[in-house]
C-alpha cells in the first residue's frame, strides 16, 4: 500500500514538472493569438480596456525574457509594442465617455495593471545594461504619466501633489 502511494506521488511530482514546461509555450501564442482576435471584435470598451491590458502584460513578459536572453533590440522593440497596447488600453477607456468616478469599472483594473507594470519596468531597468535603459526608461516614465490620468480619472476632485502645498511654504 504504502509503495503504491509513494509512486503515485513520484509520478504526480514528475507530472507536473514536465506537463507545464512543454504547454506553457504554445499556450501563451494561442493565447496571445486568441486574445487579439477577440479584442478586435468586443464591443464592451471596459472589457476590450482589459483584454488590451492582459495583451500588453503579455508583450512586456516577453520583452523581459528577450532582454534575459541578451537581445537588447528585440527586448526594446517590444516594450514599444507593450507601450502602444497600454496606450491603447487607456484610450478606449477615455473614448467610451464612462464617467470614471461614477463608474469606475475597467478604470481601477488599468491602475492596478500600470502600478504593477512600473514595478516591472522599474525591475527591469535594473537588471540590463547601463547603455540598454533608455527603452525602459522611457517605458517607465510614460506608464507613470498614464497612471496618473487614470488616477484623475477617478478622483478629479483631489489636487495635484504640487498643488497640495500652501503657496510660499517649502519643505
Do not use: C
Not at 502584460?57 to 497600454?86: M, P
Request: net charge positive; glycine share 6%.
Amino acid at each position: 500500500m504504502r509503495w503504491r502511494a509513494l509512486l503515485s506521488l513520484v509520478f504526480l511530482l514528475i507530472g507536473a514538472l514536465v506537463f507545464p514546461a512543454g504547454a506553457s509555450s504554445v499556450a501563451r501564442s494561442e493565447d496571445e493569438a486568441q486574445l487579439s482576435a477577440r479584442v478586435e471584435k468586443e464591443q464592451d470598451p471596459v472589457k476590450k480596456s482589459k483584454m488590451e491590458s492582459r495583451l500588453a502584460r503579455i508583450k512586456l513578459q516577453q520583452a523581459i525574457r528577450t532582454y534575459k536572453q541578451g537581445n537588447a533590440e528585440e527586448g526594446a522593440q517590444l516594450v514599444g509594442v507593450y507601450l502602444a497596447r497600454i496606450k491603447d488600453s487607456w484610450q478606449t477607456l477615455k473614448d467610451s465617455g464612462r464617467n470614471a468616478a461614477h463608474a469606475s469599472g475597467g478604470f481601477k483594473e488599468l491602475d492596478i495593471a500600470l502600478r504593477e507594470d512600473a514595478r516591472l519596468l522599474d525591475d527591469l531597468k535594473h537588471r540590463i545594461s547601463y547603455f540598454d535603459r533608455g527603452p525602459a526608461e522611457k517605458a517607465e516614465k510614460e506608464v507613470e504619466q498614464e497612471r496618473a490620468e487614470v488616477l484623475h480619472a477617478l478622483f478629479p476632485a483631489t489636487r495635484a501633489p504640487d498643488a497640495a502645498k500652501p503657496p510660499g511654504k517649502t519643505d
